[in-house]
């Protein structure tokens, strides 16, 4: 039996998220699973390095399965290719070591959260990006975000209100880049809670529009209460963007 490493990008729009589920078979890990079962004739499971919500997109999501084939990793990728439909792709296919999992062998990812931060239209971009017309206080951000960075407990910024496993996590980076209108959230680290990522871009926003000081980011923190936080920000702009290992 091979252990296989599998590399993925996707459009999230019009699927439930990773995770396969019982009440719909409109998943991303649901829709592969059921592909590459019927590619290798024998059940497949993956395993991902993350579960992307409902909406969410990924420039670069890593897979990992196991499998019996006499086919190589070149004819697999272009028989799975061949079935994918546009949205998903599959950009590489290899042989992995047999301890290799997908999420349990991750040491850092990054999400990307885009917003189109003008008045004016976003017309072709509008799935890929969060339109904030009004004009944000980044150096106000930049100094909340600093305050959210380092091994901190973040559930606050959590969804899961059962989440009984450790909430702690270390946020290596939380950086602002800006590009003409576009504004990119940049956020590294060993792990993410359920809608954590998109908890702290809700938040960072509060403190742009100046709705709260940067200065309440440590006393977020400490509350451990997910009212405390901000917002969640809509899933469209929210990219899975690197996996390391």
Not at 184 to 203: C, E, K, P, Q
Request: aromatic share 8%.
């Amino acid at each position: 039996m091979q252990n296989y490493k599998l590399t993925l990008c996707y459009d999230g729009s019009r699927y439930s998220g990773w995770q396969r589920q019982g009440n719909t078979p409109n998943t991303l890990q649901a829709r592969l699973e059921a592909l590459l079962s019927r590619l290798l004739e024998q059940p497949v499971e993956l395993a991902a390095s993350g579960r992307t919500d409902a909406g969410v997109h990924a420039r670069m999501q890593v897979c990992s399965f196991r499998a019996q084939t006499t086919a190589s990793c070149p004819e697999l990728l272009a028989r799975l290719r061949g079935f994918l439909p546009e949205d998903i792709g599959a950009l590489a296919l290899e042989e992995a070591p047999p301890d290799f999992h997908a999420r349990l062998s991750c040491v850092e990812k990054t999400y990307v959260y885009r917003i189109w931060n003008s008045e004016a239209p976003d017309v072709f971009q509008r799935r890929y990006r969060l339109r904030v017309p009004e004009a944000l206080d980044l150096a106000a951000m930049e100094e909340a975000a600093g305050l959210l960075t380092g091994r901190q407990d973040f559930r606050s910024f959590c969804s899961n209100k059962h989440m009984k496993k450790s909430t702690e996590r270390t946020l290596r980076s939380l950086t602002l880049e800006k590009e003409e209108d576009e504004l990119r959230l940049v956020l590294t680290g060993d792990g993410f809670l359920y809608n954590m990522a998109r908890i702290l871009t809700g938040t960072l926003l509060q403190v742009g529009r100046g709705e709260r000081p940067a200065r309440d980011m440590p006393l977020i923190l400490a509350a451990r209460d997910r009212s405390q936080a901000g917002p969640t920000a809509p899933a469209h702009g929210l990219f899975l963007w690197d996996v390391k290992y």
